[in-house]
């Protein structure tokens, strides 16, 4: 079974700073990869995917992740946060493979960000 | 515009009061899904659908139904709320699993 692990629960940053948000998946063949954005009080937004191809992949409000096989990882980057990315984000891990049609999300991090 | 649509948007009911959640799309989307959000847990799947007439189990599908006669309509059933029920449910949909889901704005239910 597929499965999705944020290990940062909260995380907070000065606007102006950079971010990288943790995310490592377990799945046994190539995955499909998300990353949604959620702010407060609406629904998730899609900020990138990856299906396959190059391993970087550019997304929406400057934000960028990276696929590592090799670690299982899609770690979330930003080079420098706004106060508006305060929010939670949220990766996923979809199946490429006919037969398993579940999205698996992970838990979540919060981003406070501080001026 | 594209979107996906749930109603009602907020419900406060009592235990054992049944209760639909109806979910719309307008993308022609093959795929739909129920999701609930719980704090420190994230989104769980409950259901999903990957055609009219065909649906299947996600993580947690105990005590839901689902059903999807049309295309565009996929209701989520809870023929006897619980507390444990209280949640914030989310539908989303996309034309096949592994695609982006769009998602509905969300429908928090409350179970007293």
């Known amino acids: 079974a597929q499965s999705v692990t944020q290990p940062d629960i909260h995380i907070t940053v000065s606007e102006g700073a950079s971010l990288e948000l943790r995310c490592n998946y377990s799945?046994?063949?190539?995955?499909?990869l998300f990353w949604y954005v959620q702010s407060p009080g609406q629904g998730l937004q899609l900020l990138l995917k990856y299906f396959s191809g190059d391993t970087l992949v550019q997304g929406i409000k400057g934000f960028e992740a990276e696929f590592k096989r090799s670690q299982s990882s899609f770690n979330l980057r930003k080079p420098s946060v706004h106060w508006s990315d305060a929010a939670e984000y949220f990766c996923?891990?979809?199946?490429?493979?006919?037969?398993?049609?579940?999205?698996?999300f992970g838990t979540g991090t919060r981003l406070t960000i501080i001026p | 515009e594209a979107q996906v649509t749930q109603n009602p948007r907020y419900l406060i009911t009592v235990t054992g009061k049944k209760l639909t959640v109806t979910c719309s799309q307008n993308m022609n989307h093959e795929y739909m899904s129920w999701y609930r959000q719980d704090p420190g847990l994230g989104l769980r799947q409950i259901y999903y659908s990957m055609n009219v007439e065909v649906t299947d189990k996600g993580d947690v599908p105990e005590g839901y139904k689902v059903s999807r006669k049309e295309k565009r309509n996929f209701p989520l059933i809870l023929e006897s709320p619980s507390p444990n029920q209280t949640s914030l449910y989310f539908c989303a949909s996309s034309y096949f699993p592994g695609d982006e889901q769009y998602f509905g704005p969300g429908t928090r239910l409350t179970v007293t």
């Open positions: 996923a891990v979809g199946a490429s493979n006919f037969g398993n049609e579940k999205l698996t």
């Open positions: 799945y046994g063949a190539t995955p499909y």
